[in-house]
């Protein structure tokens, strides 16, 4: 057993590569080396602004999500547009300013439906409040209670046996 150079983990004698770093205990074989004609990859950055616009979109939390969803997709745009070292993220944008509009014309529709309920329910009122003005039915006096009619009670008669 030997101990690794760079995490000190016990390792096989026969190992190349350590399993808990990761990293090479031997130089590296041709095929994972690094090449000096391919030029080093940075990690790409994805715009925040767009993964934003993005979960808003879907999330749309009342319509508030939405209209988020359609200021930070529009922003990320001009973000990666105007950027001077590559962003990626444009499909992220593309698509949260898609759902934000999805989501402001539902609520477009949503609300006209909430208007048009209320001009039908007036316009129904309006009608059977014209049908019961026009008929009129008196109201019958009430009828006076009878008099109250005083009970007599009366004994029996009693008559002695003589």
Partial sequence: MKNCP???????DEAIRCRFCQLWLVPPP????????????????TSGMAIASLVLGILWI????????????YIAKKEIRESQ????????????????????????????LIVLAG????QEKKSSGNATSKVTVPNPLPE???????????LPEFHPQS
Wanted: hydrophobic letters at 45%; a positive charge.
């Fill in 6 to 12: 760079y995490c000190a983990q016990q390792l096989q």
């Fill in 30 to 45: 041709p095929a994972f080396a690094q090449s000096a004609a391919l030029p080093v990859q940075r990690a790409r950055k």
């Fill in 62 to 73: 009342y319509w508030l999500g939405s209209i988020l969803a359609l200021a930070f997709g």
């Fill in 85 to 112: 070292e590559p962003i990626e993220g444009s499909g992220l944008a593309t698509a949260g300013i898609v759902l934000g509009w999805v989501g402001i014309g539902t609520l477009t529709v949503v609300i006209g």
């Fill in 119 to 122: 001009v039908f329910e007036q």
């Fill in 144 to 154: 006076p209670a009878p008099k109250s009619q005083r009970v007599r009670y009366f």
